[in-house]
C-alpha cells in the first residue's frame, strides 16, 4: 500500500503530467515552458509562502487550480462579461472534475477528493470566508501581478488597468497585499500599481 508521502507525491505528478501539453508557454528566466504547469509551480510556492502550514487538499488544490485551462478556450465564448462568467464556470467544472479523477486514482479519500475539487470550483468558498480560499485567492493574484502585469499595462488604459487591478487587489487579503508589495516588479509597474489601486502604496 502506498504512503500518504507517495499518495501526494503521485498526485503532484498526474496534475503536472495533464498541464505538461499546454500548447500554450510561458517563459521563466529566458526559457519557454508550458504555461499551466509553470502557474501551477508558482501557485505551489505562493501557497507554501502564504500558509506555512498549508494542508495537502490546499497544497493539491494550488497544484490542479488550472488544470489543463486550454481545453476551454475564452474564444469559444461570446463577447462580454456574462459570457466570460459562463466561461469560468465551464472552467471551474473542467478542472474540478479532472482533479477529483485524479486524486481518486491515487486513492484519495471521498472527503478529500471533494473538499479540493470544491476548492478547485471555487464553489462560493472564498464568499463565505473559506481561509483556504482566501489563500488560493491570494495566491492565483500574485501569479498574475508577477506574469501578466507588464502587459496589460501596453494594452490597457488607465481606465481599464484600474478596473482590472482594482478588481484583483479587493479580492486579496492583508497577507496577500503584504506579499504583493514585495514582489520583484518594474519601477513603471510599482509606479501604476501605486497611482491606480487604492491602498497599494499604503505601509
Known amino acids: ?20 501539453d499546454d500548447p500554450f508557454t510561458l517563459s521563466v528566466d529566458g526559457q519557454e515552458r508550458p504555461k499551466e504547469q509553470t502557474h501551477a509551480e508558482m501557485m505551489t510556492r505562493w501557497v507554501r509562502e502564504l500558509e506555512p502550514g498549508a494542508s495537502e487538499e490546499l497544497l493539491l488544490a494550488a497544484r490542479a487550480h488550472h488544470i489543463r485551462r486550454w481545453m476551454i478556450l475564452r474564444s469559444t465564448f461570446p463577447a462580454g462579461r456574462s459570457a466570460y462568467l459562463r466561461w469560468r464556470r465551464a472552467l ?20 478529500s477528493v471533494e473538499r479540493v475539487a470544491a ?3 471555487k464553489a462560493d468558498l472564498l464568499q463565505a470566508g473559506d481561509a483556504d480560499a482566501q489563500t488560493l485567492e491570494d ?14 499595462l501596453d494594452d ?48
Open 1 to 20: 500500500m502506498s504512503s500518504t508521502s507517495d499518495r501526494f507525491d503521485n498526485a503532484i505528478a498526474a496534475i503536472d503530467a495533464a498541464n505538461a
Open 92 to 111: 471551474h467544472a473542467v478542472h474540478a472534475e479532472l482533479t477529483a479523477a485524479i486524486l481518486e486514482e491515487c486513492g484519495y479519500p471521498r472527503r
Open 119 to 121: 476548492l478547485v470550483a
Open 139 to 152: 495566491a492565483l493574484s500574485l501569479v498574475f501581478f508577477d506574469t501578466q502585469l507588464e502587459p496589460l
Open 156 to 203: 490597457l488604459d488607465d481606465r481599464q488597468l484600474r478596473r482590472a487591478l482594482g478588481r484583483t487587489w479587493r479580492k486579496m487579503s492583508p497577507n496577500g497585499r503584504a506579499a504583493a508589495r514585495r514582489l520583484h516588479l518594474s519601477d513603471r509597474a510599482v509606479e501604476t500599481l501605486a497611482r491606480l489601486v487604492d491602498g497599494f502604496a499604503d505601509a
